[in-house]
């Protein structure tokens, strides 16, 4: 396999996890940490597979799939908003029962366990792009695609946009910040919190969709983790949308590397931990840097006082005089 | 005498309908209820007898000798995994990484089963029962210290530890002298070769079960759990070892998910798949809720998963519906069981309290 071939198997993987990244940052801005998006992939890529089962048109089942994802979204958001249920066991509760219901349906539904495989006149269809199409190394990486890759590889820029230039986004940042104080100028923070909360669900059961889709098949577990790598790329882009794109670029290489590798039988493990490593790291990181300088600084400053630093005397003689003033 | 009596039985009674408590107190049952309703509807929805599966689910688990051993048998782990996640909540944080703790204890039982093979019996099975505890409180030690000293998410560092350390155990599986020689592409250890008989696993159940009420309820690094958890502030405030108690409660949640998987591997299974311990991953959390942190409670608790668990078999035996409704019933009662009853009650009380406060503010205008 080559590199280009490579690259375009990234783009391809790479896009679920974008997906479901990007819906995540929504949560993740207003303090919710988005554990349950594992939970709404699974239930994206079988809702997709059997919306479009159902009605014979891959574009109506990923509409399907969005939409009641995004019901599920809503469910968790009244339980974390309106009851107050701590929301990592409310995410975890639904990653239990999406993982428990795709599991019980697929015999009702299908009518067989396991794997289900969809005809292939009901394949998403792929776009040859214009004038990429004629770009030579470009069109093996970004040609031939289905319509969400393209949808999705632009999205960062979007969700960038609508973060930094508009008033919802404006709304969302404040709610994450500080919310007292969203409240006090009249921002409704609890409208803000069930919309970015449906967004999530809405973006993430897009990314299902796209995974189970493209392959045209749902299989039991199919997500295996994905959800929790998107969480990873959006824990080392600290909510930052077009970071947690070139997470997700880092991510689906290393996925495409593991599909290659794995069949010539080179351990494929430590690649695939590689997405929660990094995310230990980058968030065990900052913190520890500024608490190491903050002790610096503060060692430093308790140095200079016992060496009796003149500027230092200089400050408290004037702090003393100007208190003893008082 | 018979006054006394009387007035004592008034007094608990009283106490029992407490109209705070109340609520509280029957949440559990709620929860369970509308679990059991929402996993019926979402069975009759399929085409199949809701009742006729629950009954064949009681009849797998308390029908005969065999399956009530059965049950017992997973009542264990989930029971210790409930105790482990528990304890952690106590201290404050938010131990989701029992999976993650269970297969670094197993991956040390195994080691030790390699390296150090003739060993006598007892000594092997002590250094193991160490290993595996030393192991799963160093997994449990990482979040805690990373969340107490510099403020980083305990839950998503769980998440991430859990597969990181699935994925290394699948690995040294494959690709290392742990690895099973009879299974070639499956994942799967060594024979681990030290037994713990049921009748011990039992009794050392019960010991720690007490030794954990005395350590709640009785001790006092149990008070100083209690007051870290409830009220961090003011038990710094009131010179209580904030950090120590954080991190010991690490240290028992730690090692009662190393215990768990102790019990597993050499009570049960005497070797080491890759993903013995997934399914088992958060029935500590659903114990822990469902139980309200109640060591009783949570024996309950634990007892009726385990029932689900073991009366599994007999549904996919004697009916069509699908022994998989079991992990759906469980992801409900977890559902349900985040949510407090007393909590939303008094939501819906206070707001009723507002209008009408509202209302006559209005009216006196």
Redesign the interface.
């Known amino acids: 396999m080559n590199i280009t071939q490579l690259l375009g198997l990234t783009v391809r993987l790479l896009v679920p996890t974008l997906l479901v990244a990007l819906g995540g940052i929504f949560s993740f801005r207003i303090k919710v940490?988005p554990?349950g998006l594992e939970g709404y992939m699974l239930a994206g890529c079988f809702l997709a597979v059997t919306g479009t089962y159902l009605f014979g048109s891959p574009y109506l089942g990923m509409a399907f799939a969005a939409i009641l994802v995004m019901l599920l979204a809503l469910i968790f958001a009244f339980?974390v908003i309106?009851?107050?249920?701590?929301p990592?066991?409310?995410a975890?509760?639904?990653?239990?029962?999406?993982?428990?219901?795709t599991?019980?349906?697929m015999?009702?539904v299908f009518g067989s366990?396991g794997r289900i495989y969809l005809d292939s006149a009901l394949a998403l269809p792929r776009f040859q792009v214009p004038i990429i199409k004629s770009i030579p190394i470009v069109a093996d990486i970004f040609n031939n695609h289905s319509a969400l890759v393209y949808v999705a590889l632009l999205l960062p820029f979007v969700i960038q946009f609508v973060y930094y230039k508009t008033n919802y986004g404006l709304s969302l940042r404040a709610t994450g910040a500080y919310e007292e104080a969203a409240v006090a100028v009249g921002i409704s923070t609890r409208k803000v919190r069930y919309i970015a909360l449906m967004t999530t669900g809405c973006l993430a059961g897009l990314g299902g969709a796209q995974l189970s889709l493209t392959a045209n098949l749902f299989n039991v577990g199919m997500t295996d983790?994905r959800g929790?790598t998107a969480?990873?790329a959006i824990?080392l882009s600290a909510g930052e949308p077009i970071r947690a794109f070139l997470g997700c670029i880092l991510f689906g290489l290393c996925d495409a590397l593991v599909l290659n590798l794995s069949s010539e039988g080179i351990?494929i493990?430590?690649l695939?931990?590689l997405p929660?490593?990094l995310?230990?790291l980058f968030?065990?990181m900052p913190?520890?840097i500024r608490?190491l300088s903050e002790r610096t600084a503060f060692s430093k400053l308790q140095l200079r006082i016992r060496q009796n630093d003149p500027e230092i005397l200089a400050s408290r003689a004037f702090h003393h005089s100007v208190n003893s003033e008082e | 005498m018979k006054q006394k009596l009387t007035d004592t039985l008034r007094g608990l009674w009283k106490e029992l309908i407490r109209k705070d408590k109340i609520a509280h107190r029957i949440s559990p049952f709620v929860a369970l209820l509308l679990s059991l309703v929402a996993a019926g509807l979402?069975v009759t929805a399929?085409?199949a007898n809701a009742l006729e599966a629950y009954t064949a689910l009681f009849k797998g688990a308390l029908g005969s000798v065999s399956s009530i051993k059965q049950t017992i048998r997973y009542t264990i782990p989930i029971f210790l995994l409930g105790l482990s996640f528990s304890v952690c909540s106590r201290g404050g944080f938010?131990a989701?990484g029992q999976e993650g703790q269970m297969y670094a204890a197993a991956l040390l039982l195994v080691c030790v089963q390699c390296y150090l093979p003739h060993l006598p019996q007892p000594l092997m099975m002590i250094l193991m029962v160490i290993c595996g505890i030393v192991a799963a409180v160093v997994c449990a030690l990482i979040p805690a210290i990373?969340k107490h000293?510099?403020?980083?998410?305990e839950?998503?560092?769980f998440?991430?530890?859990n597969?990181?350390s699935l994925?290394?155990v699948?690995?040294l599986f494959?690709?290392s002298p742990l690895r099973n020689p009879d299974s070639a592409s499956y994942p799967k250890s060594i024979a681990v070769a030290p037994t713990i008989s049921t009748v011990a696993l039992y009794i050392g159940v019960i010991a720690i079960l007490i030794l954990f009420i005395l350590l709640i309820k009785k001790s006092i690094p149990g008070y100083r759990l209690r007051m870290v958890g409830q009220n961090t502030a003011y038990a710094k405030a009131s010179g209580l070892p904030v950090t120590q108690t954080i991190l010991f409660s690490a240290v028992l949640g730690g090692g009662l998910a190393g215990l768990a998987s102790i019990s597993e591997v050499l009570g049960v299974y005497h070797v080491v798949y890759n993903n013995f311990a997934s399914a088992l991953g958060?029935k500590g959390?659903t114990v822990a809720?469902l139980g309200m942190h109640n060591p009783l409670g949570m024996l309950f608790a634990s007892l009726l998963l385990g029932a689900l668990q073991g009366g599994s078999v007999m549904l996919s035996t004697t009916t069509d519906v699908?022994p998989?409704?079991?992990?759906?019933?469980?992801?409900?009662i977890?559902?349900f069981s985040?949510?407090n009853l007393a909590?939303?009650i008094g939501?819906i009380t206070d707001s009723r309290k507002r209008r009408k406060y509202h209302k006559e503010e209005r009216a006196a205008q």
Do not use: D, W
């Open positions: 940490f554990l339980f309106e009851l107050s249920v701590n990592v066991i409310c975890f509760a639904i990653n239990t029962i999406v993982a428990g219901m599991r019980f349906l015999i009702p366990s983790g929790f969480l990873a824990v351990p493990q430590f695939s931990m929660y490593i995310a230990i968030a065990v913190p520890v608490k | 979402v399929t085409g938010f989701i990373t000293y510099f403020g980083v998410n839950a998503m560092v998440v991430m530890l597969y990181i994925l290394l699948e690995y494959l690709h958060f959390v809720l699908s998989e409704i079991v992990s759906v019933v469980e992801g409900f977890m559902f985040s949510v909590v939303m939501r």
